[in-house]
């Protein structure tokens, strides 16, 4: 080949070269999976709600007007890691799902993160609580949104421990959340000064919590942490008011609570819980006119729960970032890398960052349930005790066991 040749192929191969790559960036097409629990004990945290909080992220986008095409698609894994891990696999293979949004259950979560990261897809997880998503299982393609154990339990564990509740026995779901709530918060519990009795572990989605209860009963724990969520933390609340556990003087705490539990107690039963959450609907005028719009879409008619909120959140940040990227590369960590550098701000959770673990970080909110005659009307159930500050909220960087943290 001559020297006239090889500069003309050479330059036929830039070309080309350069032609793919401008077609990778005016790639406009996006593909959303909500994977939730849509008929289990945590439907109502996130199932029908999560998809419609995608929903109105892409309608608020504003991204159809701008030439881009977005899907969602959405699936129950019914809080099964094998069968969340196999929906993961046909939506990245089949499906060519770029983002997964939600994914409750921590043991679902963490075999979801193995895939995603794999197969260089992107995880917003804004259901799971376990803090190892973004501590020893961290991953360049995983953000974690909303809230996770060591949060919990630095917020509402130290709060207990000062307020005098120094004794603790644990009732914990016995999974991947359950188990690292408790470590979480034991360890929070015994560096404020406080002691750690014992604990009992239950079954997910148990119906009877009377043998469990009564070992916490004679425990004689002045604080009886409910290291579970959803359906099992209202069956517990409900039946250690039977038992009278309250009072008898021992107090229930909630590690991890939701609104829609609270409605589902009724303030009479949930009255006096303290709790830690990120978003409440009732916290400013950006969470009120969203949570208006939320509501009035749901058949039920509920406010967003923090994992709703946080798919909504999650996901105009992701649209931003796609955006400033001037197209979807399909390329997972890329576009997790853009994240991390981009704030954060939207109008649920305010301004904010994202770490280099895959941690969002903005303030933490201690709330505690309000008795019927101090709320004004439906869903007015919280009032606010204290604020943790967004860098003062979550595990420190100096303490995470993540590779991506540079020590």
């Not at 099964?80 to 196999?86: L, Q, R, S």
């Not at 974690?144 to 421990?161: I, P």
């Not at 009564?214 to 038992?243: H, P």
């Not at 009307?377 to 303490?399: C, V």
Request: aromatic residues 8%; charged residues 20%.
């Amino acid at each position: 080949m001559n020297t006239r040749s090889i500069a003309s192929f050479l330059l036929g191969t830039a070309l080309a070269l350069a032609a793919t790559s401008g077609a990778m960036a005016q790639d406009k097409t996006i593909k959303i999976g909500v994977l939730t629990d849509n008929s289990g004990l945590y439907a109502d945290l996130g199932g029908p709600g999560s998809t419609l909080a995608a929903q109105m992220a892409i309608e608020d986008s504003g991204l159809a007007a701008k030439g881009w095409k977005v899907d969602l698609i959405s699936a129950d894994h019914q809080n099964k890691p094998d069968i969340g891990t196999a929906i993961a696999r046909q939506w990245i293979d089949v499906e060519k799902v770029d983002v997964f949004m939600d994914v409750l259950n921590s043991g679902v979560a963490l075999a979801v993160n193995n895939v995603v990261r794999e197969k260089n897809s992107i995880l917003i997880d804004t259901g799971a609580a376990t803090s190892d998503l973004t501590n020893a299982q961290c991953s360049p393609n995983t953000i974690h949104w909303v809230y996770d154990t060591y949060m919990l339990a630095n917020s509402t564990g130290q709060a207990l421990v000062k307020a005098g509740g120094d004794t603790w026995y644990f009732l914990t779901a016995d999974y991947a959340f359950g188990h690292a709530l408790e470590r979480d918060t034991a360890a929070v519990v015994v560096k404020s000064g406080g002691k750690v009795i014992g604990s009992v572990k239950h079954p997910l989605n148990t119906a009877d919590f009377s043998s469990f209860l009564l070992q916490a009963q004679a425990s004689k724990a002045k604080i009886i942490g409910m290291a579970n969520a959803g359906g099992d933390t209202t069956n517990t609340i409900k039946q250690a008011a039977e038992f009278g556990i309250v009072a008898g003087g021992q107090k229930l705490a909630g590690l991890l609570l939701f609104i829609t539990d609270v409605h589902a107690l009724g303030l009479k039963v949930a009255q006096g819980l303290n709790f830690t959450e990120t978003f409440y609907w009732d916290l400013n005028d950006g969470t009120r006119a969203f949570s208006k719009r939320f509501s009035e879409k749901m058949k039920n008619k509920a406010m967003p729960s923090m994992v709703q909120a946080g798919v909504y959140s999650g996901l105009i940040h992701y649209f931003k970032t796609l955006e400033a990227l001037g197209g979807n590369p399909h390329d997972g960590a890329k576009v997790v890398a853009k994240m991390k550098e981009i704030p954060t701000d939207d109008p649920l959770f305010g301004k904010g960052t994202i770490r280099a673990d895959g941690r969002k970080l903005h303030p933490a909110y201690l709330f505690e349930v309000k008795k019927p005659e101090e709320s004004k009307g439906p869903w007015d159930y919280y009032k606010l005790i204290g604020t943790t500050a967004a860098d003062q909220a979550f595990r420190p960087l100096s303490e995470s066991a993540c590779p991506l943290v540079k020590k």
